[in-house]
């Protein structure tokens, strides 16, 4: 694999000096761009698109195209681990994702087991590699799975859910249920993970979406310590830091950055920052000054503005992006910042305010004195 032309992203990660703050975008492949969904029309549908490496690669590529963002993600989608147990995952038109089995009994529980990446999941990890190998070492690479209290309100809730009315009630009265469930799916995402890494994903992302749904206690043991067990199986915890040399990851025996986010997980920042991940993601309900002093030296912060900023004019993108900036404050050694949404790009987003946003982070940032 060649060097990384640029490696910014890598840097704010590890907490080291960079020239200014790198941005990427969640869901920067998506809706909102015109070729996206030109792409998924080819594709014929959003599952197909999913599981075609090379129409996920295209896909992939696409906003970097446009914007000089200063990471990819992979396109896939965080069900794709309980799509892979046998769940019978499928969209309907306007309810989004649904199972036909949802797993709500002891049986269907006892039926669950870890799926083989390299058998079930094969079309995730020749995406990756097809990626790798067309990015050409543009910019890192980033992978990802949901998180595993995540994946179990989809595959216990049969979808998406206003109240979690299903899962709470087995997390209550069945939470003996509840933690096989989320130790099965935890081994999942940890070996899904480490596939990633060995195709050559350079940075991995856990995806805890519904994490701030759980009451305080609640989120710390059935949400947080899921994840600590996935990223303690992670390659090469505690080993060397990745850098912009050649090769995967996973040849070099290196650390793989790990980013956590979980959306409403203010309250439990330094838990989250515990779980010896390199960076914590924070939606825009959080200050990021404040979430700097709580989280200290430990990782970098990720986050946070509003997507809906993007929905306003030119003043109003560049004015909250500083805004952000500020919030975060002045560089310094041993602090990373990576800019980022609270959330997801929404698919009415106008392509050129993405323009806007990313010109402004750069310039922005590259003005920021040094403290």
Not at 49 to 70: G, H, M, Y
Not at 117 to 144: K, N
Not at 214 to 228: H, K, T, V, W, Y
Not at 247 to 254: E, K, L, S, V
Request: net charge negative.
């Amino acid at each position: 694999m060649p060097e990384l032309a640029n490696d910014i992203f890598l840097r704010a990660l590890r907490r080291e000096p960079t020239e200014y703050t790198p941005i990427w975008l969640m869901r920067q492949a998506g809706r909102y761009l015109p070729e996206y969904n030109d792409t998924r029309r080819r594709a014929g549908s959003f599952l197909a698109l999913c599981k075609n490496p090379e129409l996920a690669c295209e896909v992939t590529l696409q906003p970097l195209e446009r914007f000089p963002l200063d990471a990819a993600i992979l396109f896939s989608d965080i069900l794709t681990i309980p799509d892979a147990m046998g769940l019978g995952l499928y969209f309907a038109e306007g309810e989004g994702p649904r199972f036909e089995r949802p797993v709500r009994d002891e049986e269907a529980v006892a039926r669950l087991a870890v799926p083989d990446p390299s058998q079930e999941l094969r079309y995730v990890t020749d995406a990756v590699r097809t990626i790798r190998s067309a990015l050409a070492g543009r910019v890192p690479l980033i992978g990802f799975a949901g998180s595993p209290w995540t994946l179990a309100c989809y595959m216990v809730e049969g979808g998406a859910s206003a109240d979690f009315r299903r899962i709470k009630t087995m997390l209550y009265q069945r939470p003996d249920l509840l933690e096989r469930i989320l130790a099965i799916n935890a081994d999942a995402v940890a070996a899904y993970l480490n596939a990633q890494i060995d195709a050559g994903a350079q940075v991995v992302m856990i995806f805890d979406s519904w994490g701030g749904a759980l009451a305080d206690g609640a989120f710390q043991r059935f949400s947080l310590e899921p994840m600590r067990r996935v990223v303690s199986a992670l390659r090469g915890r505690g080993g060397a830091q990745v850098g912009a040399q050649g090769g995967t990851p996973a040849d070099r025996g290196a650390r793989v950055p790990v980013i956590v986010f979980t959306k409403g997980g203010g309250p439990w920042l330094e838990d989250i920052a515990g779980l010896d991940c390199d960076a914590v993601g924070v939606d825009w309900t959080v200050n990021l000054g404040r979430a700097r002093e709580r989280i200290g030296e430990r990782c970098a912060l990720q986050g946070n503005l509003d997507p809906m900023v993007l929905m306003a004019g030119e003043s109003a993108v560049r004015r909250e992006a500083q805004r952000v900036l500020d919030s975060f404050g002045a560089p310094a050694p041993g602090f990373g910042h990576v800019f980022n949404l609270g959330h997801g790009i929404s698919q009415f987003t106008p392509p050129e305010n993405v323009a806007v946003l990313v010109d402004a982070v750069h310039s922005c940032s590259r003005r920021l004195p040094a403290s």
